[in-house]
């Protein structure tokens, strides 16, 4: 009983003194303001005189700072955000220095690189993909992105019709597509087709022929490159709609040939 009534006299008081402090006259004497003689002018006056007392390079460096921080919370694309969080540290990291703060300082220090880094990586990504519109499909631009894994002669690697999670690209060995009767290389892209279609579902299956390894990549990492990036996403578009093409006509020369191979075995009637 002593000690709940210790512990209710000790939170009043705790209480009370909260109360007094957030009272508006000794908010205004804080401020260095007469409570008693309170106007525009004088409150004014009193906030330019506290901004004026501030004016350091150190507290310039942190304003600036801030600034491009509230900008990367405006970016709705990665590579601005990139660029203005950079700026940003920067700019933090110079308060640190001149405010003789030794952690600040090193933690936006840090923040630099990692972000020119990501930065570097975004830039490269799009330049890559562009060059890929202009002829080069490898999209060998995306292996920073992807894990690599394993495969033994006879694997299926996807069925057709499955529900499909993730695209490939095969680095050795060799793996057919069955439905076409086509050998992928290493170096192609297997399952891009899945991540456009409305339902996620293979178009093919997909047999490994010979021992190799392939590198995978997410729907849900590509979706987060998608729209970090529009103009990566654009490029992406353009690249699937070739490799679209591509395999309508192959499958047309097929059709072309079973129909003469068909006439051939027909004979003249």
């Known amino acids: ?69 509230v900008a990367t919370l405006l970016t709705q694309t990665m590579v601005p955000l990139r660029v203005a969080n950079m700026i940003g540290c920067v700019f933090f990291a110079g308060f640190g220095a001149l405010a003789g703060n030794i952690t600040t300082f090193l933690l936006y220090l840090l923040l630099v690189p990692i972000n020119a880094f990501r930065l570097r ?78 339902n996620n579902r293979r178009t093919a299956t997909i047999e490994c022929l010979e021992d190799g390894h392939v590198l995978t990549i997410t729907y849900e990492k590509l979706l987060e490159i998608y729209f970090q990036n529009p103009q990566f996403g654009y490029y992406f578009l353009v690249l699937t709609s070739q490799r679209l093409l591509e395999n309508n006509a192959r499958l047309e020369g097929i059709i072309a040939q079973n129909k003469i191979a068909q006439q051939a075995a027909a004979g003249p009637k």
């Not at 009193?46 to 150190?58: D, K, P, S």
């Open 121 to 198: 990586q975004m830039l490269v990504l799009v330049k890559k993909a562009r060059s890929a519109t202009q002829g080069d499909t490898s999209m060998e631009w995306l292996k920073p992105f992807m894990t690599e894994r394993k495969y033994r002669k006879g694997d299926v690697l996807v069925k057709k019709d499955d529900v499909a999670q993730e695209m490939f690209m095969t680095v050795t060995g060799k793996f057919l597509v069955k439905e076409i009767k086509v050998e992928l290389p290493p170096g192609r892209i297997m399952g891009e087709l899945g991540f456009l279609s409305p």
């Open 1 to 69: 009983m002593t000690f709940s009534a210790d512990m209710s006299t000790t939170l009043n008081r705790i209480l009370d003194t909260a109360a007094d402090n957030l009272r508006v006259a000794k908010i205004l004497i804080q401020l260095g303001l007469d409570p008693n003689n309170v106007t525009y002018d004088a409150i004014f006056n009193r906030l330019l005189e506290i901004f004026l007392a501030n004016i350091t390079l150190a507290n310039m460096f942190a304003l600036i700072g801030a600034i491009f921080f």
